[in-house]
């Protein structure tokens, strides 16, 4: 078991990770919410079903009231964050409740953002429950989704703590492991050479991933996303690097369908469009086929998917949080491990989009 801290504004919380972390949930509520009046558990249908029964059982706490939400992004919808609002409002939720986000990254998105807005926030503590929520788990972004674009609804909440048993993650299926791993694969990119340059070389597979480098891989994500987070952490600046592959990945959630794509599979291909064009506007020496190929050896896609209007991504991007104006910005690449933000042209942009549809990728 390791113990992190995230500093983020006038906030500090630990993440503790590791198989069984979930165990010190009870004293840790003991220890800090002494007059806790209930518990309100967040969770979605796949995770409800798994484990909920037995998690409640460990709580044992008296006033313990649960909703079960859709799974994935089906959960971050106006419709269900209003059901958990009156739900909370009918079993009395007060100023000295607790939600417990009980999921993986949508349901800690979802959970966190019933907390920010309920009484005008009330403490919550996200307990993750796949390899995604390493990331969506830290740093307080929560928020739910419009028709108009993802996560346009929401705020920056941090959570009292995170718990991050890894068990949970022995039952996660492949699309969901891809999901998770591709922001895994972000933090090295953004970060650090070594960091990716080891990644490569160790995960070769996302079908049987020892438990010693499944922690060892998320504990470095983490700290990569605390690092920044604690710089920055309502996205005035550096933060934005977190967002790498993600002003077309949300595009192409968006344009697919929430659901249709998951979320990390969705920005593995931003990354490598965002990486393609790096290279082209910063000549910086990077074997792009070889992470083309290796994405596609760990299951995914590296290309756009069929039938999406490239001027329909486009006119998404023009809406990404980080547009200016509706001045497209992307997060590139100077070289692996430096960041940084740069407008784009939408001509250009379309450009480069028409070509990495017709060439189906970059090769
Ligand atoms: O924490 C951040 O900042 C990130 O950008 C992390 C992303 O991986 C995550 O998917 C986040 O929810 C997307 O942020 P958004 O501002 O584009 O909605």
């Not at 004293?27 to 919410?33: A, D, G, K, M």
């Not at 349901?107 to 009484?119: E, N, P, Q």
């Not at 990390?264 to 790096?278: C, D, N, Q, R």
Request: hydrophobic share 40%; charged share 20%.
């Amino acid at each position: 078991m390791e113990t992190l801290h995230i500093s983020a504004g006038s906030k500090k919380y630990p993440v503790y990770i590791g198989i069984g972390a979930v165990n010190q949930l009870k004293s840790f509520l003991q220890e800090n919410y002494p007059k806790l009046t209930s518990v309100l558990i967040i969770t979605d249908e796949t995770v409800g079903k798994l484990y909920l029964e037995e998690f409640k059982a460990a709580l044992n706490l008296s006033e313990t009231y649960v909703k079960v939400v859709p799974a994935g992004e089906k959960a971050k919808t106006f419709e269900v964050y209003h059901e958990c609002l009156s739900y909370a409002l009918e079993k009395k939720l007060d100023r000295k409740s607790l939600i417990l986000s009980f999921g993986g990254g949508a349901v800690g998105d979802l959970a966190g953002f019933v907390a920010a807005s309920y009484m005008r926030g009330i403490p919550f503590i996200q307990i993750p429950t796949t390899i995604l929520a390493h990331d969506s788990a830290v740093g307080g972004k929560v928020a739910i989704n419009h028709a108009l674009g993802k996560n346009m609804i929401g705020a920056f909440y941090q959570p009292e703590a995170v718990f991050y048993d890894l068990k949970f993650l022995q039952s996660l299926p492949p699309a969901e492991i891809r999901s998770g791993f591709a922001e895994v694969i972000k933090h090295a990119l953004i970060s650090d050479e070594e960091f990716y340059d080891w990644l490569v070389k160790s995960v070769e597979n996302l079908n049987s991933i020892p438990n010693t480098l499944m922690t060892e891989f998320l504990t470095k994500g983490i700290k990569v996303k605390g690092a920044i987070v604690e710089q920055d952490e309502t996205e005035t600046g550096v933060r934005a690097y977190l967002n790498f592959g993600h002003t077309l990945g949300h595009a192409i959630e968006a344009e697919a369908g929430y659901g249709s794509i998951s979320h990390g599979e969705a920005v593995a291909i931003g990354m490598v469009f965002a990486l393609k064009i790096s290279m082209e506007r910063h000549s910086f020496n990077f074997n792009l086929l070889e992470f083309n190929e290796w994405l596609k050896k760990l299951g995914y896609v590296t290309e756009l998917p069929e039938g999406l209007s490239t001027h329909r991504l486009l006119a998404r991007m023009k809406q990404d949080k980080k547009s200016v104006g509706q001045k497209v910005r992307f997060v590139l690449l100077n070289k692996i491990g430096s960041p940084g933000v740069e407008e784009l042209d939408d001509a250009y942009l379309l450009n480069r989009l028409d070509a990495f549809k017709r060439q189906g990728g970059i090769a």
